[in-house]
């Protein structure tokens, strides 16, 4: 668990953007929000993907002999998914939970709004 914290602090930008937007879109239209929840967990696997494929077709860096060999950029694009993919995963399951839990909700209210209105309706 400390790997996630002994990371630079540019891993953490999209993860970050993440968040924000997510919280901003509370305060859109539940369209926006599932359609976000939806569609972040691909594309975070995207960059991951985009990762591996980058360190898979690098071409060879010249050796370092002072050891301050430059970094590798497919494992940064790897890390950066990575933590975008555990961020973005966690966002949708507490997007789907939260709107689950308010479609029941605004369901119960109609339902007791139409007991309310209709006098001739009985319960058994």
């Known amino acids: 668990m400390t790997f ?17 937007a997510w919280t901003g879109l509370w305060w859109a239209s539940r369209r926006a929000r599932l ?8 594309a975070a696997l995207a960059v991951l ?4 494929f980058e360190l898979l ?10 050891g301050s ?15 975008s993919l555990i961020v973005a995963s966690a966002l949708t ?3 789907f ?12 209210r109609a339902e007791r709004e139409a ?3 209709s006098p001739n309706f009985t319960t058994p």
């Open 4 to 20: 996630f914290f002994d990371l630079p602090w540019r891993y953490w930008e999209l993860p970050a953007l993440l968040v924000l």
């Open 115 to 117: 007991t309310a209105e």
């Open 49 to 52: 993907l985009l990762g591996v």
């Open 57 to 66: 077709t690098m071409t060879p860096q010249p050796s370092c002999s002072d």
């Open 93 to 95: 399951i507490v997007t």
């Open 35 to 42: 359609w976000f929840a939806g569609l972040t967990p691909p």
């Open 69 to 83: 060999c430059p970094e590798d950029p497919g494992t940064a694009i790897i890390a950066v998914g990575l933590l």
């Open 97 to 108: 939970v939260v709107e689950t839990t308010l479609m029941v909700r605004r369901s119960e």
